[in-house]
């Protein structure tokens, strides 16, 4: 390429790229996720969501974790409407390293506060990753839409989060794994399951075990039992269900609920017993669902009982 016109070529590279909020050297992964990417320079990690945010908290940039068929739906549905759906939703498609990623952008208020929103979704291995981030106008001359797309270009995928991590993000202590070595975080920071299966095989046909926190529960001994046996009987995934046993117990010297129920649960329709246990508390309570296919239950409810009477306070 003649000398003539590589000069203006690089000053105009130097220029754009001045134009573009610079990057942070390494991809970032939220605590917890699986899904990270580079942030721009301005944002951190957030103090109260998985994602990033700038100093003062008005751009926020939001990553969870989806149930794998989400990724497939949206393909579908941006496929069918190419175009968009003619609601000022905008469409497109980019590369990342996680793969082909589809995103949209628009713009809304928050309030009395324009902003423009962009959510974007990328595939990954039993799980769709997602991202939806917001930024008010007043910001929009540094976070601009190209500045946002490259920015999502750079999502990545890490195989594993270590237990370490995802235990360190709950609000109580599990000090027995019972042999459990699959773990998985649900909501970060407040729930988790601890399985033999895997995310990509499927639990149901073995042990597991969703440990977690749920809101104020009736203190009253009566109201206490009728909402076990409501919450028992609303389990995600399990079906033809029949409470065989409900009664008050006390777990850690705290007043508790254990109630177990057989049911089939999967796609294979597998014979389950499952036990969950409420242990009170005030602002919010423990609650654990455990399941095992009924010809693993002795053994199963063992190890059960030793994750349950291992949880303790934090600090």
Do not use: H
């Not at 237990?163 to 360190?168: F, K, S, T, V, Y």
């Not at 010297?253 to 796609?267: A, L, N, W």
């Amino acid at each position: 390429m003649p000398m003539k016109l590589i000069r203006p070529l690089a000053a105009l590279a130097l220029l754009v790229a001045s134009a573009l909020p610079a990057f942070a050297a390494d991809a970032v992964y939220p605590p917890g996720m699986r899904l990270g990417m580079v942030p721009l320079v301005g944002l951190s990690k957030a103090k109260t969501f998985p994602g990033f945010e700038n100093e003062d908290g008005s751009v926020k940039v939001l990553i969870t974790e989806l149930p794998p068929a989400a990724y497939n739906e949206v393909v579908s549905a941006f496929n069918a409407n190419p175009a968009g759906t003619g609601n000022g939703v905008k469409p497109d498609k980019v590369e990342t390293p996680a793969g082909l990623a589809y995103f949209t952008s628009e713009s809304g208020k928050a309030g009395d506060t324009l902003v423009k929103r962009y959510s974007m979704i990328v595939p990954g291995t039993g799980f769709s990753g997602y991202v939806a981030m917001q930024v008010p106008e007043n910001a929009s001359k540094i976070y601009t839409d190209e500045a946002v797309r490259q920015m999502f270009a750079t999502a990545t995928i890490r195989k594993e989060v270590s237990a370490d991590e995802q235990l360190g993000l709950l609000p109580f202590k599990v000090t027995d794994l019972a042999g459990f070595k699959d773990l998985r975080t649900l909501v970060p920071g407040a729930s988790i399951i601890l399985a033999d299966g895997s995310e990509s095989s499927g639990y149901e046909s073995k042990p597991f075990m969703i440990l977690g926190l749920i809101g104020a529960t009736p203190q009253a001994a009566d109201d206490r039992a009728r909402f076990a046996q409501e919450a028992a009987l609303q389990i995600p995934g399990l079906r033809e269900s029949r409470i065989t046993m409900s009664e008050p117990i006390r777990i850690n010297s705290q007043p508790g609920f254990e109630t177990r129920i057989d049911g089939v649960s999967g796609k294979d329709k597998t014979p389950v017993t499952v036990v969950q246990w409420i242990r009170f508390g005030g602002g919010t309570s423990l609650r654990i669902i455990a399941s095992a296919p009924r010809d693993q239950w002795s053994d199963a409810f063992t190890r059960f009982r030793a994750v349950r009477d291992g949880i303790q306070p934090k600090g």
